[in-house]
């Protein structure tokens, strides 16, 4: 009597995707206990319209298919489905990138086939399922979901291939087995119970295969690659929660995946074809190609719509009799429903969860043939999505890349054989990639790894430097570290899920999961992640929050259906990427093999999935009314990105080899790659010096709208928009630097390194910058920024010796002059000059150079008329510091900016006690410039496209053109730029100090002013020696017409009407004041040598382009200068003379026997 329950179960899966079946034959044999079909046909179409896949089907088979039924023991043994060899090929669907279809299309298509499948699919179930008055519906519906929730699948030897271009991706998995399991994830029968509400099961995959070849034009595969991933086993653990035993509908379900040791290989051919196959992915997943639309893509009420047609259609095909099993109702329901809905993946693969755990929340009994009543119950009902937890867990990865050459065997007549040679290693430690779900309203993916590192294997483009006859260590051949290792750090990365044993599951207790977004910032912050981790830690967070304030929307939300309700909904995006502590060591090996792997990428000449739209606004677009507008801007979704790197280290060696130029022609575009091989003998340099840079914290920070296009077409329309909604038009960027420095070091014989010697003290800087979303739907408004930015440096000081220069000469010559610099090793003397050995004293030690600058600030933004840029640049510094006798520094100071140099060359000033002027002096040098983009040059002179390389530009007319015009040429473009510009230009005073022996260092120096200093040695010291000071003169340049503004306002500023319709800004009017030089002599004296003056000035230019045709046409150009000069006073002394020249003393006396002044008027 159980035949008539269970086998009608069984044949509607077997003939609904299987061929030319029998069920006369088919039902015989399962009678009998065993089913052997073979050499099975799949129904292709039936496959393709139930997974919904943007793929097509070629071709889908089964040699042998297994059905093994204990019809005695049914409540004790499981029953077995066997599967041996079956294959499926798969393609993209022809012309995906041009099926769109509307919403409104959709819904109509939608409605006429579910009113079809309404009426056709109670029939089918009312043959398939047959009462029988002798059992009980309890006791069967019992028994039935025993035998269900028990059921054994085992796969032998599944092949899958996908093909597209010349691309052949397949995969074989030898064996999969899926069986039910108990508490501690053994083999057993089991089945959910009042006290434990629990299913588990176990999928055993065994040597799983991977491999990606190259057809050729006729379809086949000249020479086989090295397998992507070679026999994997792996295991997944399920885990299904039930809130009662009536609950068809799991309240979470848990599918979590291990793998022990994952080994990939990616050869140079491979890896074009690898990029592939993930942009593929990719674009999918955002709907650029295909129907398939995401939650976040831009048609959401399109997709909010379709969302309410399912519930609404799930709702009237609920009814199906209760005697048929609930697992398969929900198959039979979600399988046959909405076969052109476009949706996105997370909403496809979300369609496929009651599919799997039966999607059938109704607790009460079946009441008979009442369809009105069952159909009203059931809609009462709420429709609860349950809580879905998806992780995969790795121990360690290793991914190989390997570059590929041709090898004849020795037979005239035998095939070439392919070659591989690893060159490049990663391997990671620990990864988790984990997904959280609870409908479409919570999404959330966290992806981490313990440690991380990159080595160098073997040799590049013939240079043998880790060969296995160099006995070179790991440490040497590793250029990448970052985290820790997982015996120090434990197995953290395993952390609540089903294989840790501290997990809630694996103790009896139920899991708790936090589906608040406020609540999941506060537990999953970035500290959180890099203590579960250590290396790398990303957050992404999806949430689609109500107005009421109630946390994360459900489906009940939506489900009457009323458009209104759709305005209720808050959509955000939140993705959080944290890097923990990294070393990166860039050396010869590890440049040339980074490069090559990016030339290999760029090798292939595959068409991009999904081009750019064209930019076209919608004339007929409507306008908004009030109310719409203030509903707009009381919320816009965004996408929000925050990338944190911490403590991170990048070494630079100096270049032990340089093949740079094989390599960056092809990544710039100029040439195609060559197979040139280096012959030299490799010799590693010790000791090695590099530049080293640190970096406590960098943090950029990326916001967009959501749907930016909408919305963008929107706000454009209107007639005056505000603020609030111009801000969420942009692309907004922020970048952080805190604690940058540099420094020289050198790495030893023994792989050490050496104390660092400072090059560029710590300093923090930060930028930001805009970015105008589709600029071309603006056109109609002119003075619309499209892009802005803005940079601010507070401070930054770089200091040097002259052998510290010298060898960061040499270096940077390492790396711009091609050859094998190995044999020329660098000079020893100089190397113990930069890193001297500590607590040895040096006995000519050298003086250091240093520069600082302060209060750095920079603003540009472009319009679709202008371009302008405005900035300030607080004080300059620059002195000479030289270790002294008595242990302290010797400091000589040069340049000192901005300064009061006005009372600076008299004597009272050196006499009087004042406070140091640069405190609070003006910004040194502040300047605002504006340039129109609608100059004749930018329509005269040809503009690169993106897509042609730059050098096959100038190649066009290089030839018949001689350096001379191309000059001439250049001096003319330039002309056309600087003549329309608008000009504002300050810069203040600034001290030059020229002494003649080093100055003793003061016991304070006030803040870092120099003509204070001077005037604390000039009162403390018993002599002082002799020192020439330039009072540099305070300029103020602007151009005509331009009325005087403060720098870093709002830009850009309006340009007067004369000069923006002739385009000529001059003449522009310059003024020097305060120029002066003096010397500062013994104690009390000063005396100056040219006295301050000034002087107005005006400069205008005119230029013509002379009439000439051919390549002869040329600028002239004719430049009118006119000066009002101040008196000008020219002083000399025989002390100031001997001063300039100390070693012609008696020169000096002989020529200059008294002061001389020269005063012009």
């Given at each position: 009597?159980?035949?008539?329950?269970?086998?009608?179960?069984?044949?509607?899966?077997?003939?609904?995707?299987?061929?030319?079946?029998?069920p006369?034959?088919?039902?015989?044999?399962?009678?009998?206990?065993?089913v052997?079909?073979?050499?099975?046909?799949?129904?292709?179409?039936?496959?393709?319209?139930?997974?919904?896949?943007?793929?097509?089907?070629?071709?889908?088979h089964?040699?042998?298919?297994?059905?093994?039924?204990?019809?005695?023991?049914?409540?004790?043994?499981?029953?077995?489905?066997?599967?041996?060899?079956?294959?499926?090929?798969?393609?993209?669907?022809?012309?995906?990138?041009?099926?769109?279809?509307?919403?409104?299309?959709?819904?109509?298509?939608?409605?006429?086939?579910?009113?079809?499948?309404?009426?056709?699919?109670?029939?089918?179930?009312?043959?398939?399922?047959?009462?029988?008055?002798?059992?009980?519906?309890?006791?069967?519906?019992?028994?039935i979901?025993?035998?269900?929730?028990?059921?054994?699948?085992?796969?032998?030897?599944?092949?899958?291939?996908?093909v597209?271009?010349?691309?052949?991706?397949?995969?074989?998995?030898?064996?999969?087995?899926?069986?039910?399991?108990?508490?501690?994830?053994?083999?057993?029968?089991?089945?959910?119970?009042a006290?434990?509400?629990?299913?588990?099961?176990?999928?055993?995959?065994?040597?799983?295969?991977?491999?990606?070849?190259?057809?050729?034009?006729?379809?086949?595969?000249?020479?086989?690659?090295?397998?992507?991933?070679?026999?994997?086993?792996?295991?997944?653990?399920?885990h299904?929660?039930?809130?009662?035993?009536?609950?068809?509908?799991?309240s979470?379900?848990?599918?979590?995946?291990?793998?022990?040791?994952?080994?990939?290989?990616?050869?140079?051919?491979q890896?074009?074809?690898?990029?592939?196959?993930?942009?593929?992915?990719?674009?999918?997943?955002?709907?650029?190609?295909?129907?398939?639309?995401?939650?976040?893509?831009?048609?959401?009420?399109?997709?909010?719509?379709?969302?309410?047609?399912?519930?609404?259609?799930?709702?009237?095909?609920?009814?199906?009799?209760?005697?048929?099993?609930?697992?398969?109702?929900?198959q039979?329901?979600?399988?046959?429903?909405?076969?052109?809905?476009?949706?996105?993946?997370?909403?496809?693969?979300?369609?496929?969860?009651?599919?799997?755990?039966?999607?059938?929340?109704?607790?009460?009994?079946?009441?008979?043939?009442d369809?009105?009543?069952?159909?009203?119950?059931?809609?009462?009902?709420?429709?609860k999505?349950?809580?879905?937890?998806?992780?995969?867990y790795?121990?360690?990865?290793?991914?190989?890349?390997?570059?590929?050459?041709?090898?004849?065997?020795?037979?005239?007549?035998?095939?070439?054989?392919?070659?591989?040679?690893?060159?490049?290693?990663?391997?990671?430690?620990?990864?988790?990639?984990?997904?959280?779900?609870?409908?479409?309203?919570?999404?959330?993916?966290?992806?981490?790894?313990?440690?991380?590192?990159?080595?160098?294997?073997?040799?590049?483009?013939?240079?043998?430097?880790?060969?296995?006859?160099?006995?070179?260590?790991?440490?040497?051949?590793?250029?990448?570290?970052?985290g820790?290792?997982?015996?120090?750090?434990?197995?953290?990365?395993?952390?609540?899920?089903?294989?840790?044993?501290?997990?809630?599951?694996?103790?009896?207790?139920?899991?708790?999961?936090?589906?608040?977004?406020?609540?999941?910032?506060?537990?999953?912050?970035?500290?959180?992640?890099?203590?579960?981790?250590?290396?790398?830690?990303?957050?992404?967070?999806?949430?689609?929050?109500s107005?009421?304030?109630?946390?994360?929307?459900?489906q009940?939300?939506?489900?009457?259906?009323?458009?209104?309700?759709?305005?209720?909904?808050?959509?955000?995006?939140?993705?959080t990427?944290?890097?923990?502590?990294?070393?990166?060591?860039?050396?010869?090996?590890?440049?040339?093999?980074?490069?090559?792997?990016?030339?290999?990428?760029?090798?292939?000449?595959?068409?991009?999935?999904?081009?750019?739209?064209?930019?076209?606004?919608?004339?007929?677009?409507?306008?908004?009314n009030?109310?719409?507008?203030?509903?707009?801007?009381?919320?816009?979704?965004?996408?929000?990105?925050?990338?944190?790197?911490?403590?991170?280290?990048?070494?630079?060696?100096?270049?032990?080899?340089?093949?740079?130029?094989?390599?960056?022609p092809?990544?710039?575009?100029?040439?195609?790659?060559s197979?040139?091989?280096?012959?030299?003998?490799?010799?590693?340099l010790?000791?090695?010096p590099?530049?080293?840079?640190?970096?406590?914290?960098?943090?950029?920070?990326?916001?967009?709208?959501?749907?930016?296009?909408?919305?963008?077409?929107?706000?454009?329309?209107?007639?005056?928009?505000s603020?609030?909604?111009?801000?969420?038009?942009?692309?907004?960027?922020?970048?952080?630097?805190?604690?940058?420095?540099?420094?020289?070091?050198?790495?030893?014989?023994?792989?050490?390194?050496?104390?660092?010697?400072?090059i560029?003290?710590?300093?923090?800087?930060?930028?930001?910058?805009?970015?105008?979303?589709?600029?071309?739907?603006?056109?109609?408004?002119?003075?619309?920024?499209?892009?802005?930015g803005?940079?601010?440096?507070?401070?930054?000081?770089?200091?040097?010796?002259?052998?510290?220069?010298?060898?960061?000469?040499?270096?940077?010559?390492?790396?711009?002059?091609?050859?094998?610099?190995?044999?020329?090793?660098?000079?020893?003397?100089?190397?113990?000059?930069?890193?001297?050995?500590?607590?040895?004293?040096?006995?000519?030690?050298?003086?250091?150079?240093?520069?600082s600058?302060?209060?750095?600030?920079?603003?540009?933004?472009?319009?679709?008329?202008?371009?302008?840029?405005?900035?300030?640049?607080?004080?300059?510094?620059?002195?000479?510091?030289?270790p002294?006798?008595?242990?302290?520094?010797?400091?000589?100071?040069?340049l000192?900016?901005?300064?009061?140099?006005?009372?600076?060359?008299?004597?009272?000033?050196?006499?009087?006690?004042?406070?140091?002027?640069?405190?609070?002096?003006?910004?040194?040098?502040?300047?605002?410039?504006?340039?129109?983009?609608?100059?004749?040059?930018?329509?005269?002179?040809?503009?690169?496209?993106?897509?042609?390389?730059?050098?096959?530009?100038?190649?066009?007319?290089?030839?018949?053109?001689?350096?001379?015009?191309?000059?001439?040429?250049?001096?003319?473009?330039?002309?056309n730029?600087?003549?329309?510009?608008?000009?504002?230009l300050e810069?203040?005073?600034?001290?030059?100090?020229?002494?003649?022996?080093?100055?003793?260092?003061?016991?304070?120096?006030?803040?870092g002013?120099?003509?204070?200093?001077?005037?604390?040695?000039?009162?403390?010291?018993?002599?002082?020696p002799?020192?020439?000071?330039?009072?540099?003169?305070?300029?103020?340049?602007?151009?005509?017409?331009?009325?005087?503004?403060?720098?870093l306002?709002?830009?850009?500023?309006?340009?007067?009407?004369?000069?923006?319709?002739?385009?000529?800004?001059?003449?522009?009017?310059?003024?020097?004041?305060?120029?002066?030089?003096?010397?500062?002599?013994?104690?009390?004296?000063?005396?100056?040598?040219?006295?301050?003056?000034?002087?107005?000035?005006?400069?205008?230019?005119?230029?013509?382009?002379?009439?000439?045709?051919?390549?002869?046409?040329?600028?002239?150009?004719?430049?009118?200068l006119?000066?009002?000069?101040?008196?000008?006073?020219?002083?000399?002394?025989?002390?100031?003379?001997?001063?300039?020249?100390?070693?012609?003393?008696?020169l000096?006396?002989?020529?200059?026997?008294?002061?001389?002044?020269?005063?012009?008027?």
């Amino acid at each position: 009597m159980l035949e008539s329950y269970v086998t009608p179960i069984l044949m509607s899966y077997v003939n609904r995707y299987i061929k030319n079946l029998k069920p006369s034959d088919l039902q015989l044999s399962l009678w009998g206990g065993d089913v052997v079909l073979s050499k099975l046909e799949l129904k292709l179409d039936v496959l393709e319209q139930e997974l919904k896949l943007p793929f097509t089907f070629l071709s889908g088979h089964i040699h042998e298919l297994r059905i093994h039924v204990p019809w005695t023991k049914l409540g004790s043994e499981p029953v077995v489905i066997t599967i041996n060899t079956m294959e499926c090929i798969l393609k993209l669907k022809d012309g995906i990138q041009d099926d769109h279809e509307s919403c409104g299309s959709n819904s109509t298509n939608r409605s006429a086939t579910e009113n079809t499948k309404s009426s056709v699919k109670p029939r089918r179930i009312q043959q398939a399922a047959p009462t029988h008055p002798d059992l009980p519906p309890g006791y069967v519906q019992s028994l039935i979901r025993r035998v269900v929730n028990n059921v054994n699948i085992v796969i032998n030897n599944l092949i899958l291939k996908y093909v597209e271009d010349d691309i052949v991706l397949s995969v074989n998995i030898t064996s999969a087995e899926c069986y039910t399991v108990g508490e501690l994830w053994d083999r057993a029968f089991m089945d959910i119970s009042a006290t434990d509400l629990v299913l588990r099961k176990v999928i055993n995959f065994s040597d799983c295969t991977v491999c990606l070849d190259k057809r050729n034009a006729s379809g086949k595969i000249e020479f086989y690659q090295d397998p992507l991933l070679y026999k994997c086993s792996f295991r997944t653990r399920l885990h299904f929660t039930y809130d009662n035993l009536n609950s068809k509908m799991p309240s979470v379900i848990k599918i979590h995946t291990l793998v022990e040791s994952l080994k990939l290989s990616i050869t140079d051919q491979q890896l074009p074809m690898f990029i592939r196959i993930m942009q593929l992915g990719i674009a999918l997943y955002y709907g650029e190609i295909g129907n398939f639309k995401d939650v976040e893509t831009e048609d959401s009420a399109c997709h909010n719509k379709d969302m309410l047609g399912n519930i609404t259609g799930a709702e009237d095909e609920t009814r199906i009799d209760m005697q048929y099993p609930a697992q398969y109702k929900g198959q039979e329901l979600y399988s046959q429903q909405d076969e052109e809905q476009p949706q996105g993946w997370v909403s496809w693969a979300w369609s496929f969860v009651p599919a799997i755990v039966s999607y059938d929340d109704g607790e009460e009994d079946y009441t008979g043939n009442d369809s009105t009543l069952t159909i009203h119950q059931q809609k009462v009902q709420t429709l609860k999505d349950p809580i879905v937890s998806v992780g995969f867990y790795c121990t360690k990865a290793t991914v190989t890349f390997k570059l590929t050459e041709m090898q004849a065997e020795s037979s005239y007549y035998s095939p070439q054989k392919v070659k591989s040679k690893e060159v490049l290693c990663w391997e990671q430690e620990g990864t988790t990639i984990e997904a959280l779900m609870m409908g479409d309203p919570f999404f959330d993916c966290q992806i981490g790894f313990v440690g991380c590192r990159a080595m160098c294997l073997k040799g590049i483009m013939g240079v043998k430097d880790f060969e296995e006859n160099m006995n070179r260590s790991e440490t040497e051949a590793s250029f990448f570290i970052c985290g820790e290792n997982l015996s120090t750090k434990g197995l953290t990365y395993l952390t609540n899920s089903l294989f840790d044993y501290r997990s809630p599951e694996n103790n009896g207790t139920r899991a708790e999961f936090i589906l608040d977004a406020a609540h999941h910032k506060e537990t999953y912050t970035e500290i959180a992640g890099m203590q579960r981790f250590g290396a790398f830690y990303m957050d992404y967070l999806y949430t689609m929050e109500s107005t009421s304030g109630k946390g994360s929307a459900n489906q009940q939300d939506f489900s009457t259906g009323k458009n209104e309700d759709l305005g209720t909904v808050q959509e955000k995006s939140t993705k959080t990427l944290v890097v923990g502590p990294l070393d990166f060591r860039l050396d010869s090996s590890a440049v040339h093999r980074i490069l090559k792997m990016i030339v290999c990428a760029l090798e292939h000449e595959y068409e991009p999935y999904s081009r750019l739209k064209p930019e076209i606004k919608d004339e007929n677009e409507t306008i908004l009314n009030p109310e719409e507008v203030a509903s707009l801007e009381e919320y816009i979704p965004t996408r929000h990105t925050s990338v944190t790197l911490l403590k991170c280290t990048c070494t630079i060696f100096m270049a032990e080899f340089n093949l740079l130029d094989c390599l960056l022609p092809v990544i710039i575009g100029g040439k195609n790659s060559s197979n040139f091989m280096n012959t030299a003998n490799f010799q590693s340099l010790r000791p090695l010096p590099s530049i080293q840079i640190l970096v406590d914290k960098i943090n950029l920070e990326h916001s967009v709208p959501m749907y930016a296009e909408h919305l963008v077409h929107v706000v454009s329309s209107l007639t005056q928009p505000s603020d609030n909604l111009l801000h969420y038009c942009y692309v907004h960027c922020y970048l952080k630097i805190f604690g940058f420095q540099a420094g020289l070091t050198s790495l030893d014989v023994s792989g050490s390194y050496c104390l660092p010697v400072p090059i560029i003290p710590s300093f923090s800087t930060a930028l930001y910058g805009k970015f105008l979303k589709f600029p071309t739907c603006w056109t109609k408004r002119s003075q619309i920024v499209i892009t802005e930015g803005i940079f601010e440096l507070p401070n930054l000081t770089i200091q040097a010796t002259r052998a510290q220069t010298l060898l960061l000469q040499a270096i940077y010559q390492s790396w711009s002059h091609i050859g094998n610099v190995s044999s020329s090793a660098v000079n020893e003397i100089l190397m113990n000059e930069v890193f001297q050995n500590i607590g040895v004293k040096s006995k000519n030690p050298l003086p250091t150079l240093e520069g600082s600058i302060q209060n750095v600030e920079l603003k540009y933004c472009s319009t679709s008329l202008v371009k302008c840029a405005s900035g300030t640049m607080g004080s300059i510094k620059i002195c000479a510091k030289a270790p002294g006798d008595s242990g302290k520094e010797k400091l000589i100071p040069l340049l000192q900016g901005p300064s009061d140099t006005k009372d600076l060359h008299s004597t009272k000033w050196l006499n009087e006690s004042r406070k140091p002027e640069s405190l609070l002096a003006p910004d040194l040098i502040a300047f605002t410039v504006q340039v129109p983009q609608y100059m004749d040059y930018c329509h005269n002179s040809e503009s690169r496209p993106l897509s042609v390389p730059v050098k096959a530009m100038f190649n066009i007319s290089e030839g018949c053109r001689s350096p001379e015009e191309r000059m001439k040429e250049f001096i003319g473009i330039v002309w056309n730029a600087v003549k329309s510009l608008t000009l504002q230009l300050e810069v203040q005073s600034c001290c030059v100090f020229i002494p003649n022996d080093s100055l003793p260092s003061p016991s304070t120096i006030v803040s870092g002013d120099i003509p204070g200093t001077v005037r604390s040695w000039y009162h403390g010291q018993t002599s002082m020696p002799g020192t020439l000071v330039l009072c540099l003169p305070q300029n103020k340049i602007i151009s005509a017409g331009h009325k005087y503004m403060e720098p870093l306002q709002e830009i850009p500023f309006v340009i007067p009407r004369p000069i923006l319709e002739e385009g000529d800004a001059f003449p522009w009017t310059i003024n020097l004041h305060h120029f002066s030089i003096y010397t500062l002599i013994g104690k009390q004296v000063t005396l100056s040598l040219v006295e301050p003056m000034g002087c107005t000035s005006t400069l205008a230019v005119t230029s013509q382009k002379l009439l000439a045709t051919g390549p002869d046409a040329r600028h002239s150009f004719v430049v009118c200068l006119h000066v009002d000069l101040e008196s000008l006073e020219i002083k000399c002394s025989n002390p100031q003379f001997g001063l300039c020249v100390p070693s012609e003393k008696n020169l000096t006396s002989y020529y200059v026997g008294e002061d001389l002044t020269v005063k012009c008027v």
